[in-house]
């Protein structure tokens, strides 16, 4: 990979939003916006540590509807809107074993954190793209979401598979306007989160940190590239994605998981 001197600056003059930008997938994607150019502001429930931050930071819970509204008037506000809006947060937070452990409000959690805080925001930061006839928004879904695993992601995929139809649905709606809508959906990604996830259950199991991989390997049918992804392999197709390279792609769903998936599609 070119180091970041080296990178193209083809997001020159662009404002992007994205959302769960201090950690993880969305820390990876920060920084590859920042590199092509981009002016990037990040969003999150906590600050990050570091002093001096290369973006703009703005604190949010995006859970909650009146946080995502001031959000977006903020962005609005100070940076005119934004050009590029990746919705990259999501989790899966909520208990194992499957339907019987999942309550309402469980449910409802995993719908306002994996569907609709991307719909609300789409739809208050929207009127500016379609106002300037251009813009991208990302939904960042996961291979899950087609591939769901019953006793760990019951209402986590089943809420990243309805942000996948409402993803195509919103593309088709706003093509015509020049704004394009993709969906991403990664497969395992090596980011701490992770890490501390398998190592804690590597822990309880008595087992080392690779033996469980492996089991989570072969749980979700096997990873023929034998690793996950590093978070900026990730980064690297989203920032094509919204970059002008991409500029006839709208309504797709690119699924990125070193060849996890089983099935042809
Ligand atoms: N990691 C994987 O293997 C994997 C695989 C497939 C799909 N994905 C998807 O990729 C995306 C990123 O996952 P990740 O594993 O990189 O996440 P992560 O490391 O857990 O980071 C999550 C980010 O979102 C922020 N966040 C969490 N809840 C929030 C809320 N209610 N409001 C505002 N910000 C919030 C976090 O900061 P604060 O805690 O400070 O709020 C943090 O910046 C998610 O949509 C996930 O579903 C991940």
Same mark, same amino acid.
């Given at each position: 990979?070119?180091?970041?001197?080296?990178?193209?600056?083809?997001?020159?003059?662009?404002?992007?939003?994205?959302?769960?930008?201090?950690?993880?997938?969305?820390?990876?994607?920060?920084?590859?916006?920042?590199?092509?150019?981009?002016?990037?502001?990040?969003?999150?429930?906590?600050?990050?540590?570091?002093?001096?931050?290369?973006?703009?930071?703005?604190?949010?819970? /995006?859970? =909650? +509807? &009146?946080?995502?509204?001031?959000?977006?008037?903020?962005?609005?506000? !100070?940076?005119?809107?934004?050009?590029?809006?990746?919705?990259?947060?999501?989790?899966?937070?909520?208990?194992?074993?499957?339907?019987?452990?999942?309550?309402?409000?469980?449910?409802?959690?995993?719908?306002?954190?994996?569907?609709?805080?991307?719909?609300?925001?789409?739809?208050?930061?929207?009127?500016?793209?379609?106002?300037?006839?251009?813009?991208?928004?990302?939904?960042?879904?996961?291979?899950?979401?087609?591939?769901?695993?019953?006793?760990?992601?019951?209402?986590?995929?089943?809420?990243?598979?309805?942000?996948?139809?409402?993803?195509?649905?919103?593309?088709?709606?706003?093509?015509?306007?020049?704004?394009?809508?993709?969906?991403?959906?990664?497969? /395992?990604? =090596? +980011? &701490?989160?992770?890490?501390?996830?398998?190592?804690?259950?590597a822990? !309880?199991a008595g087992i080392t940190m690779e033996e469980m991989t492996q089991g989570?390997?072969?749980?979700?049918?096997?990873?023929?590239?034998?690793?996950?992804?590093?978070?900026?392999?990730?980064?690297?197709?989203?920032?094509?994605?919204?970059?002008?390279?991409?500029?006839?792609?709208?309504?797709?769903?690119?699924?990125?998981?070193?060849?996890?998936?089983?099935?042809?599609?």
């Amino acid at each position: 990979m070119k180091n970041i001197q080296q990178q193209e600056q083809d997001l020159l003059g662009k404002i992007a939003l994205v959302t769960g930008g201090t950690k993880g997938i969305g820390k990876a994607i920060t920084a590859r916006l920042i590199a092509a150019g981009a002016t990037v502001i990040v969003t999150a429930r906590n600050a990050p540590e570091e002093t001096t931050l290369p973006y703009h930071f703005i604190v949010a819970d /995006l859970s =909650k +509807t &009146e946080e995502v509204n001031q959000l977006a008037q903020e962005i609005n506000e !100070k940076f005119g809107g934004v050009d590029i809006l990746v919705n990259n947060m999501g989790a899966n937070t909520f208990p194992g074993g499957g339907h019987s452990t999942l309550s309402d409000e469980h449910w409802d959690q995993a719908l306002q954190i994996n569907l609709l805080s991307s719909v609300r925001l789409d739809r208050a930061l929207l009127p500016g793209m379609l106002e300037q006839k251009s813009g991208v928004i990302i939904h960042i879904s996961t291979s899950s979401s087609q591939f769901p695993i019953w006793e760990s992601t019951m209402a986590y995929s089943a809420a990243k598979s309805a942000l996948n139809s409402y993803s195509k649905s919103l593309s088709d709606e706003v093509a015509p306007q020049g704004v394009r809508v993709v969906t991403v959906s990664p497969g /395992l990604n =090596k +980011t &701490e989160a992770m890490s501390s996830f398998l190592d804690n259950l590597a822990q !309880k199991a008595g087992i080392t940190m690779e033996e469980m991989t492996q089991g989570l390997f072969n749980r979700v049918g096997g990873v023929p590239m034998g690793r996950m992804a590093a978070p900026e392999e990730t980064a690297e197709l989203v920032y094509f994605l919204v970059s002008p390279k991409a500029s006839y792609i709208t309504g797709a769903n690119y699924i990125i998981d070193g060849g996890n998936f089983p099935v042809v599609k």
